[in-house]
């Protein structure tokens, strides 16, 4: 039943996002966790470390494509986490904020977005392959 309260579109994101399924729980909702699978360079620090490029979901190169079984498990984790917020005005998710606000144009354009939004969650998921940037060190993925 909870599932039927849930909204998802078959449409798919600009190039920069790879493809990735949008889909979004409670759109016009105080605050938003954006899960983005895209990959992202963070041009900053973040608790002290730089944590640099992470790769898309999947290893899928920038302006990529998913595959049909990566887009379903996007939208797998995507319910997923948005069925754990159901009870909260929190719009879960894939839908890069930024771009949708027409401010989307670099990953720096994007951070800054982010950064300056209030209620707004940044969330990346990504892969540590192709010599992407473990965070905290090797072996601390996630």
């Known amino acids: 039943m909870l599932a039927l309260l849930l909204t998802a579109s078959s449409a798919f994101a600009d190039p920069h996002t790879g493809g990735a399924p949008q889909h979004s729980s409670l759109p016009g ?3 938003t966790l954006f899960l983005d699978f895209s990959g992202f360079n963070y041009t900053g620090t973040w608790n002290g470390q730089a944590p640099g490029t992470t ?3 999947a290893d899928v190169a920038a302006n990529g494509t998913f595959n049909a079984q990566q887009i379903s ?3 797998t984790t995507w319910a997923g986490v948005a069925q754990q917020y159901a009870g909260f ?9 930024a771009v949708a606000a027409g401010q989307g144009g670099t990953d720096l354009a994007r951070q800054t977005f982010y950064s300056n939004t209030p209620n707004l969650t940044h969330t990346i998921i990504g892969s540590q392959v192709r ?5 905290f060190g090797t072996g601390i993925a996630g």
Do not use: K, L, Q, R
């Not at 005005?89 to 890069?96: A, L, R, S, Y």
């Open 29 to 31: 909702a105080a605050y």
């Open 55 to 57: 790769n898309a979901y």
């Open 73 to 75: 498990d996007i939208s």
């Open 89 to 97: 005005n929190i719009n879960v998710t894939t839908v890069d904020p």
């Open 131 to 135: 010599g992407a940037t473990d965070w």
